[in-house]
């Protein structure tokens, strides 16, 4: 009987401890967290010209990226990449909840392309929820280097 009761508490025990065990705990350093939120930036160039590597963004990050990887860091970070391309989206994970994030584009090039139009957009979800909503999104005609297309979001605080 005394075995049966020692199994029976070792049992009870680890019930409770795996219970009390919130899904976060569970989650990655990379993984999007309950009280977070994951952030896409859309850009989309409609054009008859060649975009390799002429279309640049810049955006809002929370991570530092390096040699030796990506390691969030929690603080805002803007990074600018090319596009190849006249369409992406860039998905970043772990944005804090009253963060202010940015998203902004150009194209590299003399002067605007004639009949070029971008429209760019962020959009939202928070925690382990699924489907984005839309938060901001703007259209131009060719933006340039000295004058780019941004928009920007304040995260909802709760």
Known sequence: MKRLLKYFSIFACLIVALSSCSDDDFLTEYDTHRDEYTVRYNVTYSTTYDFHNIAYVSFTSFSEYSEDGVKYTGKPTQIERSIDGTEEYFTIKRVPKGAHVEFS?????AEALPNTKVEISIEIVKGK?????????????????????TINYDVPNN
């Not at 929820?129 to 297309?149: D, S």
């Open 129 to 149: 929820e699924y489907g984005f909503t839309e938060v901001a999104k703007t259209t131009a005609e060719c933006p340039l280097k000295g004058n780019p297309l």
């Open 105 to 109: 584009t150009y194209v590299d090039v």
